[in-house]
T-cell receptor, first 112, second 121 residues
Framework: KQEVTQIPAALSVPEGENLVLNCSFT??????LQWFRQDPGKGLTSLLL?????REQTSGRLNASLDKSSGRSTLYIAASQPGDSATYLC???????????FGTGTRLTIIP | GAVVSQHPSRVICKSGTSVKIECRSL??????MFWYRQFPKQSLMLMAT?????????EQGVEKDKFLINHASLTLSTLTVTSAHPEDSSFYIC?????????????????FGPGTRLTVT
């Protein structure tokens, strides 16, 4: 059974700093991994999707990497802004089905 | 594109009553929709997979008679919580899979709705 862990559960950093969020998964046989953002009381916004054959994806100030063999992914946020404050979730999708297994998330607070 | 809506966004109901939540794909046809539940400060847990025109597939531990899912059209799936109890209070989120371009179903991405906050008193 796939298990996805995100550490730390919460993170506070001053505005302008670069930061890294971590995601680990127990079964390396994944089809893809996706990073989402969730604002309080809201749904999910997809940030980046990395296919299993890819090593990284970039969008603006965000860069996600994937090391499938070690079961790890990182989300790098450059030059953080207060608007980046949210909960960040990673989710993995296995082969043969479309089920997404989510991590418990990292609650990020950017201090102005 | 790829917008998914949910209605209502919030609902409060009394214990023992039933409540229906709608999930719509606004600008694409969704042959498959997914229903998730999220308890406070916890992650999303898949409840069931809903396929248009057929019975939903429920995850282990989810009561199909309590959480009725209907996917009667390519743009609408509904989740009905029957005989709701306070422990059913949660945030319910749906997602919809679009057709994608080329490839088989494995290449399709899920798009998520804004969620519905259910409070059972």
């Amino acid at each position: 059974k796939q298990e996805v862990t995100q550490i730390p559960a919460a993170l506070s950093v001053p505005e302008g700093e670069n930061l890294v969020l971590n995601c680990s998964f127990t079964d390396s046989a994944i089809y893809n991994l996706q990073w989402f953002r969730q604002d309080p009381g809201k749904g999910l916004t997809s940030l980046l999707l990395i296919q299993s054959s890819q090593r990284e994806q970039t969008s603006g100030r965000l860069n996600a990497s994937l090391d499938k063999s070690s079961g790890r992914s990182t989300l790098y946020i450059a030059a953080s802004q207060p608007g980046d404050s949210a909960t960040y979730l990673c989710a993995v999708r296995g082969f043969g089905n479309e089920k997404l297994t989510f991590g418990t998330g990292t609650r990020l607070t950017i201090i102005p | 594109g790829a917008v998914v809506s949910q209605h209502p966004s919030r609902v409060i109901c009394k214990s023992g009553t039933s409540v229906k939540i709608e999930c719509r794909s606004l600008d694409f046809q969704a042959t498959t929709m997914f229903w998730y539940r999220q308890f406070p400060k916890q992650s999303l847990m898949l409840m069931a997979t809903s396929n248009e025109g057929s019975k939903a597939t429920y995850e282990q531990g989810v009561e199909k008679d309590k959480f009725l899912i209907n996917h009667a059209s390519l743009t609408l799936s509904t989740l009905t919580v029957t005989s709701a109890h306070p422990e059913d209070s949660s945030f319910y989120i749906c997602s919809a899979r679009d057709g994608g371009l080329g490839g088989g179903s494995l290449s399709y991405e899920q798009y998520f709705g804004p969620g519905t906050r259910l409070t059972v008193t």
